[in-house]
Nanobody, 124 residues
């Protein structure tokens, strides 16, 4: 059983940056794609970014393209999300997830393990 723990969330002003981390424990995650999702109050959980097992292929939601960068360090069993030029509409709880697939996917049903989430709040 894999455990995923997010960290790095917080309060930041619009235009600022944050770096989220997702540390996996229990078993190696290096052979599986991983992803980030977010959920704002009163809204559904939305796809943010995904990365394949090697880190060589990524996918992003249109709303974050050019501002967010997903990466991973398989030696550390950790995935990251660098968020730049943050906007108030980026405010949400951010969740990391481990896919059941090798290649990057944006479909929530493809992810079998989820973290507890970390709050990101962007003030205007």
């Amino acid at each position: 059983q894999v455990q995923l723990v997010e960290s790095g969330g917080g309060l930041v002003q619009a235009g600022g940056s944050l770096r989220l981390s997702c540390a996996a424990s229990g078993r190696t995650v290096r052979w599986y794609a991983m992803g980030w999702f977010r959920q704002a109050p009163g809204k559904e959980r939305d796809f943010v970014a995904a990365i394949d097992w090697s880190g060589g292929s990524t996918d992003y939601a249109d709303s974050v393209k050019g501002r967010f960068t997903v990466s991973r360090d398989n030696a550390k069993n950790t995935m990251y999300l660098q968020m730049n030029s943050l906007k108030p509409e980026d405010t949400a709880v951010y969740y990391c997830a481990l896919s059941k697939r090798v290649m990057a996917t944006i479909i929530p049903a493809d992810f079998g393990s989820w973290g507890q989430g970390t709050q990101v709040t962007v003030s205007s």
